[in-house]
Structure formats: structure tokens, C-alpha cells
């Protein structure tokens, strides 16, 4: 969704481009965003995962059109989406608060992790080039689609409910998520979702409970990209590497929209949340492998 969306989205500003070059960014700027920003918002309802693995390739393909350099593409991108997450993560886990498929114990012993991981992670990808950054994303997103859609659970066979997890285990995994969602520019529900299904967590709670996490790794992750970024990293309209128009951008439209996904995960099965979670990391995968 998001990709097909990206897509439409650079051949019409190029073609704007070359019809009116003086005029095409503007314009485009205000309404490429907040339409990836849809796509965004629906899909972090759906799967749990924020702005993240959504909008990333997108992004990856739009920026160098609105002036940010070929090789701080990727890095603007991974910024510029967390920075978006911050406003859907919390759109998406209100809205699962409201239907109770939050599992806030979890979510607590987590955030320390979270928080120190989020800060760290940015701060070694800041160090990593466009290329490296790509491919890490790339094969990360494969690896996490074979995991949610062949891996185990604990769930009781009975179908009865699990205890949230908590403990200092679930702190430490939250640094390692933390972590690794910096680097690669997500919310950490693709660690996060898996894991909890994993403890035997049904994947609508995981989903839920995988939003609210995501926004205090947004938080911590964008504020390392914006403090740990070289001086003019980009060339205007930024923080540091969070590019401002496309944060805000996404971020305004995904609001809206993540209730929507929300609603949908309610109605869709177990499994068939899975396939999809599945599917969609597969198509994001091989999308960012395909946009150096």
C-alpha cells in the first residue's frame, strides 16, 4: 500500500518537475506526505508497527527529489519516519487502549530497555553508510517475515489467555529491540509482536501492546538522529537527519488514519494477522532491497 503509493507519488513530482521545476517541490511536499501518511496510519493499526517499515521505502525513493543528497537518503529516511511514529504510535495504541488489547505491565518493564536501546542504535547508525544502512533494513525485513509467518508460539492450546510478561527479561529483550529498530528505522513491532506471540500472547494484544512500545522507541531513536547527526547533514528543513515536512507530513495524516487498522485487526484471525504481518514484511524487504 505504501509502496504503491510512493511510486505514484515520485512519477508525479518528477513529471511536475519537469513542467514547472520553480514550483514542483512546493507543491508536491504538501501532498505526497500525507499520503503515504494514510497508508502509514492504516497499516500501524493493522500490524502494530508504526510509521517504521512502512513509509522507510518510500521515503528512501521520494527524498532525493525534495534536494536531500543520494547519500543521506536512507539515514533521512530511518529519521524521518521515527520522528513520524512518535504521533502514530500514539494514534494506534490509544485506539487499541480503548478495546483493551494493551498489555500495559508489559509495556512498562520494557520502556528502560527501549529508551537506552532507541538512543544507542541511533547513534551507530549515524555511523553507517547509505548502502550498508539499506541492506541491513532489507535483509532484516526478510528475516522477520519468515519468523512471524513460520515461527512457534506458547500459546495454550486451549486458547485461554496468557499473563502479560514482564520481568527483567523483557527489559533486557526491550534493549535489543530498542536497538535494532533504530538502525533499521521502525517501531520495533517486528520484534516486538513476534516475541509476545512467541510467550504465547494472541497476536491482537501483541499488536497492541507493540504500538504503545514503539512510541518510546520513536522518541528515543529520533532524538539520537536529530543530536547524533554531523553538522548540515541535510541541506534545509531538518533537525539534524529528521527531515521536518516528511515527518510531519506522515505523521498528521497517520493519525487519522490508524484507527482504521485498528478496527480491521480486530476483525481479522490470529493466523490471518500473521499472514499479513508476513506478507507485508516480505513486499517492504525486497522494495528497499530494489531503491539504492
Same mark, same amino acid.
Given at each position: ?20 521545476? @520553480? ?5 508536491? /511536499?504538501? %501532498? ?32 532525493? %527529489? ?7 537518503? /536512507? ?11 512518535? %504521533?502514530?504510535?500514539? =494514534? ?17 518493564? /520494557? ?30 525485513? %526478510? ?16 486458547? =485461554? @489467555?496468557?499473563?502479560?510478561? #514482564?520481568?527483567?527479561? /523483557? ?27 512467541? #510467550? ?62 485498528? #478496527? ?29
Amino acid at each position: 500500500m505504501a509502496v504503491t503509493a510512493a511510486g505514484a507519488c515520485r512519477n508525479a513530482c518528477v513529471t511536475a518537475s519537469r513542467i514547472a521545476p @520553480e514550483h514542483a517541490v512546493s507543491a508536491w /511536499m504538501y %501532498l505526497c506526505f500525507p499520503l503515504l501518511g494514510l497508508a502509514a496510519g492504516v497499516l500501524a493499526g493493522l500490524l502494530g508497527i508504526g510509521g517504521g517499515l512502512v513509509i522507510i521505502a518510500a521515503l528512501a525513493w521520494l527524498l532525493p %527529489l525534495f534536494g536531500i543528497p543520494q547519500d543521506a537518503a /536512507m539515514h533521512a529516511a530511518l529519521a524521518s519516519s521515527l520522528a513520524s511514529i512518535i %504521533l502514530t504510535g500514539l =494514534s494506534s495504541a490509544r485506539a487499541h487502549a480503548r478495546r483493551g488489547s494493551v498489555l500495559w505491565p508489559t509495556v512498562a518493564w /520494557m520502556v528502560p530497555g527501549l529508551l537506552l536501546g532507541g538512543w544507542l542504535g541511533s547513534g551507530l547508525a549515524v555511523g553507517l553508510d547509505d548502502g550498508t544502512l539499506r541492506w541491513v533494513v532489507a535483509v532484516y525485513c %526478510l528475516v522477520a517475515a519468515w519468523q512471524i509467518g513460520f515461527g512457534g508460539t506458547r500459546a495454550p492450546a486451549d486458547g =485461554s @489467555e496468557v499473563a502479560a510478561p #514482564r520481568g527483567w527479561p /523483557m527489559t533486557v529483550a526491550g534493549g535489543g529491540i530498542g536497538a535494532l529498530s533504530a538502525v533499521v528505522g521502525i517501531g520495533g513491532g517486528s520484534m516486538t509482536v513476534p516475541l509476545l506471540v512467541w #510467550r504465547g500472547v494472541r497476536p491482537v494484544l501483541a499488536v497492541g501492546t507493540s504500538s504503545a512500545c514503539g512510541v518510546a522507541i520513536a522518541l528515543s531513536a529520533a532524538a539520537g538522529y536529530a543530536l547524533h547527526a554531523p553538522p548540515g547533514a541535510l541541506p534545509q528543513h531538518a533537525v539534524g537527519y529528521v527531515y521536518l515536512p516528511a515527518a510531519l507530513g506522515v505523521a498528521a495524516a497517520s493519525v487519522l488514519a490508524a484507527p482504521w487498522g485498528t #478496527r480491521l485487526a480486530h476483525q481479522l484471525s490470529g493466523t490471518a494477522l500473521r499472514r499479513v504481518f508476513a506478507g507485508f514484511l516480505l513486499l517492504v524487504g525486497v522494495s528497499v532491497a530494489l531503491s539504492g
